[in-house]
């Protein structure tokens, strides 16, 4: 069984700055695969980053500049650092795993584990 669970997240004005964190189980091997995803009411959900084992890295083009992901493999945690947030970056915020996926591409098949969602608010 491998659990995901993240946190971090809360209410901020815009402009403002968040770091979202995940914790992955750590019974198996470092995720190969670890990415963020997120998701506004009445929209689809939005892959907005992922990193692969190696540190390579994918921004989806509407957070680049802006938000950083990055991992530390020792104790399977993962991180957001979001930056001049802006009130269409409120959604719920989920954080996803994945062992077998070798592309780590933005989009919900390259994830099999996922967390229970945390919620991010910016205001205006």
């Known amino acids: 069984q491998v659990q995901v669970e993240e946190s971090g997240g809360g209410s901020v004005q815009a402009g403002g700055s968040l770091r979202l964190s995940c914790a992955a189980s750590?019974?198996?091997?470092?995720?190969?695969?670890m990415g963020w995803f997120r998701q506004a009411p009445g929209d689809q959900r939005e892959g907005i980053a992922s990193?692969?084992?190696?540190?390579?890295?994918i921004y989806a083009e509407s957070v680049k500049g802006r938000f950083t992901i990055s991992r530390v493999n020792r104790n399977n945690t993962l991180y957001l650092v979001m930056n001049d947030l802006k009130p269409e970056d409120t959604a719920m915020y989920y954080c996803a795993a994945d062992y077998w996926s070798r592309t780590c591409f933005l989009q919900e098949s390259a994830f099999k584990y996922w967390g229970q969602g945390t919620q991010v608010t910016v205001s205006s």
């Open positions: 990193i692969r084992v190696d540190n390579e890295v």
């Open positions: 750590r019974d198996r091997a470092s995720p190969y695969c």
